[in-house]
């Protein structure tokens, strides 16, 4: 199994308030991934990153920032948490473009709840 | 337009049957990735088979393979000898092209495979 972990793994926290999550990996991958999964829309990326400091935006990135300051971990943050954002967070990772190497390994998810 | 497509929602098969879970897919490029995700009730993402466009074979691991049919745009998943343990959602999804730094999935909406023994 890829070593992704992802901290906390529940979270319920209050509408305003900032929140972080951490994804963090011991394979040394290059790309990195922020998901949410909702019911009715699957799953769909929020932001991911492709190197140290090198970032992107995904299809639901709209009150959402991340930060990658080392290989390993890859934070995202909620900047002022609303009740839509109350969904099931999953990090994922790979290795390099071309052939099964891009295959992406998810982490275990976060559930947060936005009161 | 849908880029990945799961025609079924929910799926019911008896112990021991063959499954096969629909996927088809929409790109232009002629450069792609397939995979299949398994996601059980306790809720992990767990990769199960990739397919790339330019593979000869269809690709096979264990007890999945994939039914890969390029002019047909078709990506199915074929589990043999089902158990009651591959009761979970399957998700299939597309990496298209290759665009600079951009490795974005494409996501299906998922089928709900239950196992009946």
């Known amino acids: 199994d890829a070593g992704i972990t992802q901290s906390p793994r529940h979270k319920v926290t209050e509408t305003g308030t900032p929140v972080t999550l951490r994804c963090h990996q011991t394979e040394n991958h290059r790309y990195m991934y922020w998901y949410r999964q909702d019911p009715g829309h699957g799953l769909r990326l929020i932001h991911y990153s492709y190197g140290v400091k090198d970032t992107d935006k995904g299809e639901v990135s709209d009150g959402y920032s991340v930060s990658r300051s080392k290989t390993e971990d890859f934070l995202l943050t909620l900047e002022s948490a609303t009740s839509s954002q109350t969904s099931v967070y999953f990090c994922?990772?790979?290795?390099?473009?071309?052939?099964?190497?891009?295959?992406?390994?998810f982490g275990p998810g976060t559930r947060l709840l936005v009161l | 337009a849908q880029k990945i497509t799961q025609t079924q929602p929910g799926m019911f098969v008896q112990e021991k049957e063959a499954v096969t879970l629909d996927c088809t897919y929409d790109t232009s490029d002629p450069s792609y990735g397939l995979f299949w995700y398994k996601q059980p009730s306790s809720g992990e993402m767990i990769f199960l088979i990739y397919?790339?466009?330019?593979d000869q074979q269809n690709a096979t691991e264990g007890r999945y393979s994939l039914n890969f049919q390029k002019a047909r745009k078709s990506a199915n998943l074929v589990i043999s000898a089902s158990q009651l343990g591959d009761s979970a959602m399957y998700f299939c999804a597309m990496r298209e092209g290759y665009s600079g730094s951009n490795y974005q999935l494409i996501w299906g909406a998922g089928t709900k495979l239950i196992i009946k023994p």
């Open positions: 397919q790339g466009s330019y």
């Open positions: 994922a990772i790979s290795e390099r473009p071309g052939g099964q190497t891009e295959t992406q390994y």
